[in-house]
Antibody
Framework: QVQLQESGPGLVKPSETLSLTCTVS????????WNWIRQSAGKGLEWIGY???????KYNPSLKSRVTISADTSKNQFSLKLDSVTAADTAVYYC??????????????WGQGTLVTVSS | DIVMTQSPDSLAVSLGERATINCKSS????????????LAWYLQKPGQPPRLLIY???TRESGVPDRFSGSGSGTDFTLTISSLQAEDVAVYYC??????????FGQGTKLEIK
């Protein structure tokens, strides 16, 4: 089973850009959907968006104007950028693999998660 | 968005007894073209990410004990633990992945030992 590991700053200032990377090991990112999901006390689990290995993306409409997900197949990584962050973006951020049983899927492998705090 | 509502919010069950968690979606997650319900169940223990238990509403993920089962169709779903073990203490979430994005999760049900 693949393993996923998030990395990036744990503290981001308000109005700046949150940037995280997910490194996939034990398998290729090709042929799968790769997701970002966040969890906060206030909003529970919230799907942010996905990228398919071909580069196509879908985002949660509530975040679409601020989110960019990209992938680097040569490094077996995919990344999240969230612009103009506020305290409401403070959360544990997870990367997760789509189950692959359909274009729309569950999440069958997850990273351990990384806490990102938005504060000056 | 499809709103997922779980009940109850918390549940205390004795070891060896049955635990039942419900999940209701604000619209059907049954795809009539393939007769599959786009509904998954996860458990999450403190400090850990969610773990997939059930997909297609009733198919157990590889390695999941058979005391976990999922049922339901359309808008109403149930996760049942037939004989509660101590290691099942967790928060349980349902999630819909029907074609109408975004994917959404229930608010979670906290399962404890009575």
């Amino acid at each position: 089973q693949v393993q996923l590991q998030e990395s990036g700053p744990g503290l981001v200032k308000p109005s700046e850009t949150l940037s995280l990377t997910c490194t996939v090991s034990g398998g290729s990112i090709s042929g799968h959907y790769w997701n970002w999901i966040r969890q906060s006390a206030g909003k529970g689990l919230e799907w942010i968006g996905y990228i398919y290995s071909s580069g196509s993306t879908k985002y949660n409409p509530s975040l679409k104007s601020r989110v960019t997900i990209s992938a680097d197949t040569s490094k077996n990584q995919f990344s999240l950028k969230l612009d103009s962050v506020t305290a409401a973006d403070t959360a544990v951020y997870y990367c997760a693999k789509g189950g692959g049983r359909d274009a729309y899927s569950d999440f069958d492998s997850w990273g351990q998660g990384t806490l990102v705090t938005v504060s000056s | 968005d499809i709103v997922m509502t779980q009940s109850p919010d918390s549940l205390a069950v004795s070891l060896g007894e049955r635990a039942t968690i419900n999940c209701k979606s604000s619209q059907s997650v049954l795809n009539s073209s393939n007769n599959k319900n786009y509904l998954a169940w996860y458990l999450q223990k403190p400090g850990q990410p969610p773990r997939l238990l059930i997909y297609w509403a009733s198919t157990r993920e590889s390695g999941v004990p058979d005391r976990f089962s999922g049922s339901g169709s359309g808008t109403d779903f149930t996760l049942t633990i037939s004989s509660l073990q101590a290691e099942d203490v967790a928060v349980y979430y349902c999630q819909q992945y029907y074609s109408t994005l975004p994917y959404t999760f229930g608010q979670g049900t906290k399962l404890e030992i009575k």
